[in-house]
């Protein structure tokens, strides 16, 4: 790899962890993992007989939290709007974009429709994952036992070290 390929990607790798460390470090599993249409991606790995295997496509949305509050991570630009069937919303709930700040949500008997905000590309915070921050969900389980807590501590989450196509 060239010196500048490197450089653009320790770049491109400390703006994602500027903009969506919130969802990375010191998270938890969510009782659901992900949830969505699946996107394409490069993922090889081994399987258990020791034989390498290719991940071709993946879950668009990945869930992690930390306290009360979820955090859906988009492995794909979502689009105009953004929809998740797994978080119940209450009429506390705020929804927040990493890097841009509130957005608009509603909820319908089809999940919570979150409004992504139309950004042009030079304004997007982030190239790989965008990350939104639910607060104030009705399903979510904050008290966890310490055997418990320590089992589902993350590192780093699932989709982390993923890279996507394009």
Known sequence: MTPFLRHHRRFDDALKDRV??????????????????????????????????????IPMVHYTRKGNILCAVCLAWPGKTLRLQ??????????????????????SGQGLTVEVPPLAVADLPCRHAWVF?????????????KNEEANSRLDLPVWAGVRLRG
């Open 86 to 107: 797994a978080p119940s919303p209450a009429g506390q709930t705020t929804v927040r974009m990493l890097g841009v700040g509130p957005v608009s949500w509603k909820f």
């Open 20 to 57: 969506n460390g919130e969802a990375s470090y010191g998270t938890r599993r969510w009782r659901i993992t992900h949830e969505g249409p699946l996107v394409p991606t490069y993922d090889p790995r081994l399987d258990q007989e020791w034989r390498w295997t290719v991940r071709d496509k």
């Open 133 to 145: 921050e639910l607060a104030g969900l009705r399903n979510l389980e904050c008290k966890e036992s």
